[in-house]
Every structure is written in C-alpha cells, then in structure tokens.
C-alpha cells in the first residue's frame, strides 16, 4: 500500500480511489453541487463555440463580400502598357492586374440622390470583378461595353432610386477648375444590378473604363492599375514587397479603406472571446465548492490512508483526478454540444423567430447566420477551460493531501 513520491506520473492506487470516489452514492448534496457546476461549465464552453464559430463565420463573409470586389492594390497613374505593370501579374499571390478608374461621386433620379464610389474597369478583362460578377441580380459585366454610356448598381440602391433596367441615371461627379471644383453631370443607362449582400450594395457604381476615357472623367478620381490577389490579407506585405523595389511608384492597398473596419472585428471577437472565457472561468472555480464538501466529507478516509501509508502524493492524485474527469465531462460535453449547435445555428435562430417573433439578422446584409468552425479556435477552448479547471481541482486536492491524519481521526 505504501507509494513513495519517486512512483510513475499517476499511481493505480489514485485512479482506483478517484473512481470509487466518482460512483459513490453518499453525500449526494455534494455530488449534487458538482454536477450542476460541471452543467454550467458545458454550457459556457458551448455558448463560447458558438459565439466564436458565429463571429468567424461573419467574419469571412464580410471579407469574402467586401475583399472580392474591392481592390486590393491600386497602383495609381499606371497603366498595364508601362514598362515593368505586366510582369506584375507574374508574382507570387498576384492573379492578375487591369487597368482601372477609382472615384467618387453621386447617382440621382426621381429627386433622390446617393453617394457612390465608381468604379472604371474593361469589362473585356477576366475576373476584374468576380464578386459582382457572381452576384449579378440582372445583366452582366459585358453589357457594360454596348454602343452608349452603361452603368451597373447594386440592386439595392436601384430600388431606392426607383429605377429600372434600361433607364436613365445621371451620375454627378466635381470637376476642378481654375476657381475650386464644380458639378458635372453625365447620363449613363442602366444594364445590370448586383447584390453582394454588404454596403456595397448601396454604395458602388461599375463603368466602362472607355467611358472614362471619353467623357473626360479620369480626372475626377484615380486612373491607375488594380492588382488583384489570392490572398487579400496578404495586400499589406506584398505592397511593402513593391515599395521596396520601386520606391517611386505611389501604392495604395485595400487597408487603408476598410482596415479599421476588420480590425474592429476581430478587437469585438477578442473581447467577445475573453468576456465568455470569464463565464466558463466561474463555472469552473464553482467545482471547488462541491470538491471541497467530499473532501471534506472523506476526511477520516484520508487519514486511514495516511495511517495505512498513502503518500501525499497519492492523495493529491486521488482527488486531483476526481476533478479532472468531472470538469473534463463538461468540456467535452460542452465542445460537442457547441459543434453542434453552430453547424445548425441558422435552424435554431429560425425557431427562435418562431417562438419569440424576432429576427436576430433583422436589419443586416444576411439572410442567415453564417459560421465557421475553426480547429484552432476548438483547441483553444478546450485548453484554457481545462486550464482553469485544473487549476480550480488542484485547490481542493491540495487541501486533501496536506491533511493531517491524527487531527482528520480525532474530528472522525
């Protein structure tokens, strides 16, 4: 019976009692304290899968949405005829580069008005706007290049503007002259509309870059190259590859416009991350108390183990494993449960809607709740959650352990 602390990493005679200890019907109160606390610990951990998968899943949709059809590096005042542009498309992550305009200005009809970004491309040119392309509502990206000026606006900014296909659309764009800037209006007819499913929707407008061209409009924003990768987040290092090399080119990447905005997600999804981390950190000191009452509970079974030989490390073995398995139950309950629920989230926010008569995606871009399961982000979970269960089994296991028997016999 005697264990010395030179023995293996966890002892039989520790497993053996922490399992007894596990099946034992006495002091159900205790039993009763530790199990509602291991519920509450697979509830944090799968309401911290879920949150996470969700804000993943938002999170590539927003970048698939807006970073597909943005782009990515501009290099303004090139064209793809200069010497050195074409050769460009032959880096690594590059896919391509055209030649394309970049500007601002407003689209009116019936009264109203709205600002738009305009974008000029060669709508001859493959995959110059693949996002667009693929969300196409009506037309398509060629039918920009037909006899007259053409426009293409997302479909949700078409129904504010009350248009329809084939109408007229006056596009107002400032003009500089010697005294500031003036107003200058071009009628253009539309041939398409798109819906991404993002702001862009209310907020783009897609030229022909001929149209450009002729109507004298390069002046009015930025006429240079557009670099399109396979990687958007790789827009920052690549552009600083370019600068390198060509420290008179003028570069602009994607960052600059809607860097604050990704940034602001994956800041909300840290703190999100550590907000509920908080939540399975009190599930999991609540095991203390229920570990607390059964060793409390087997003081005079300690000592007899004491008295009979049992090292302390033994004990400390007994009761750290007790807590262990019972938190471990929980996380794996939990990380399953949360899979779980995050693969069938867009089904459960359909019932809640049935049950409560609101729509969580009310007044967004999406139809359903996207998510994303990362392996990473279940790793980590399981790991810090076991972390601090650990940590919270320790503290009454150590209690255990440095028990004196002689004192645990007397009170028996």
């Given at each position: 019976?005697?264990?010395?602390?030179?023995?293996?990493?966890?002892?039989w005679?520790?497993?053996?009692?922490?399992w007894r200890?596990l099946r034992?019907?006495k002091?159900?109160f205790?039993?009763?304290?530790t199990?509602?606390s291991?519920?509450g610990?697979a509830?944090?951990?799968?309401v911290?899968?879920?949150v996470?998968?969700?804000?993943n899943?938002?999170d590539?949709?927003l970048?698939?949405?807006i970073l597909g059809?943005?782009p990515?590096?501009?290099?303004?005042?090139?064209?793809?005829t200069?010497?050195?542009i074409a050769q460009?498309s032959?880096?690594?992550?590059?896919?391509?580069?055209?030649?394309?305009f970049l500007?601002a200005?407003?689209?009116?009809?019936n009264?109203?008005v709205?600002?738009?970004?305009v974008?000029g491309i060669?709508?001859s040119?493959?995959d110059?706007?693949?996002?667009?392309?693929?969300?196409?509502?009506y037309?398509?990206?060629?039918?920009l290049s037909?006899?007259?000026r053409?426009?293409?606006l997302?479909?949700?900014?078409?129904?504010?503007l009350a248009?329809?296909?084939?109408?007229s659309?006056?596009l107002i764009?400032s003009e500089p002259?010697?005294?500031?800037v003036?107003?200058r209006i071009?009628?253009?007819?539309?041939?398409g509309?798109?819906e991404?499913?993002?702001?862009?929707d209310?907020?783009?407008a897609?030229?022909?870059?001929?149209?450009?061209?002729?109507q004298?409009?390069?002046?009015?924003?930025t006429l240079g190259?557009?670099?399109?990768?396979?990687n958007p987040?790789l827009?920052?290092g690549?552009?600083?590859?370019?600068a390198?090399?060509?420290p008179?080119?003028?570069i602009?990447?994607?960052?600059?416009s809607?860097?604050?905005?990704?940034q602001a997600?994956?800041?909300?999804?840290a703190?999100?991350f550590l907000?509920?981390?908080m939540?399975?950190a009190?599930a999991a000191?609540n095991?203390v108390?229920g570990?607390?009452?059964i060793?409390?509970?087997?003081?005079?079974?300690?000592?007899?183990l004491r008295t009979?030989?049992a090292?302390?490390?033994?004990?400390?073995?007994?009761f750290?494993?007790?807590g262990?398995v019972?938190?471990?139950?929980?996380?794996?309950?939990?990380?399953?449960?949360?899979?779980i629920?995050?693969?069938?989230?867009?089904?459960?926010v359909a019932?809640?809607?049935?049950l409560?008569?609101f729509?969580?995606?009310?007044g967004t871009?999406f139809?359903e709740v996207p998510?994303?399961?990362?392996?990473s982000?279940?790793?980590?979970?399981?790991?810090?959650?076991w972390?601090?269960?650990l940590f919270?089994?320790?503290l009454?296991?150590?209690?255990?352990?440095?028990?004196?028997p002689?004192d645990a016999?007397h009170v028996g």
């Open positions: 019976m005697t264990q010395t602390g030179g023995g293996p990493f966890i002892d005679v520790a497993l053996t009692l922490a200890y034992t019907r002091r159900r205790a039993a009763f304290i199990w509602v291991v519920i610990l509830m944090g951990v799968l911290l899968t879920v996470l998968s969700v804000m899943g938002f590539a949709e970048k698939e949405r059809t943005v990515h590096i501009v290099l303004p005042g090139k064209r793809m200069d010497p050195g460009l032959a880096l690594e992550g590059v896919v391509g580069g055209y030649d394309f500007g200005g407003m689209v009116t009809k009264g109203a709205n600002p738009v970004t974008y060669d709508p040119s493959q110059t706007l693949k996002q667009v392309a693929a969300h196409m509502r037309g398509a990206l060629e039918d037909g006899a007259g053409e426009i293409i997302g479909a949700p900014l078409a129904g504010h248009l329809l296909p084939g109408d659309v006056a764009v002259d010697g005294q500031g003036k107003p071009q009628r253009f007819r539309l041939v509309t798109f991404l499913g993002a702001e862009l209310y907020s783009l897609v030229v022909d870059l001929a149209d450009i061209a002729e004298r409009l390069a002046a009015m924003g190259v557009r670099l399109t990768l396979d987040l827009a920052e690549i552009a600083r590859t370019l390198q090399a060509h008179s080119w003028e602009r990447s994607w960052s600059e809607y860097g604050e905005l990704f997600v994956r800041l909300e999804k703190l999100m907000i509920l981390l939540v399975v009190v000191f095991i108390s570990q607390m009452m060793v409390a509970d087997k003081r005079s079974d300690i000592a007899i009979m030989g090292s302390a490390r033994t004990i400390l073995q007994t750290l494993l007790q262990v019972v938190s471990g139950i929980g996380i794996v309950v939990g990380l399953a449960c949360g899979v629920a995050a693969l069938w989230i867009t089904e459960i019932v809640m809607k049935t409560f008569g729509s969580l995606l009310e871009y139809l998510s994303r399961i990362l392996t982000d279940l790793w980590l979970i399981g790991l810090l959650s972390g601090l269960c919270s089994a320790w009454p296991a150590h209690r255990a352990a440095q028990l004196n002689i016999l």
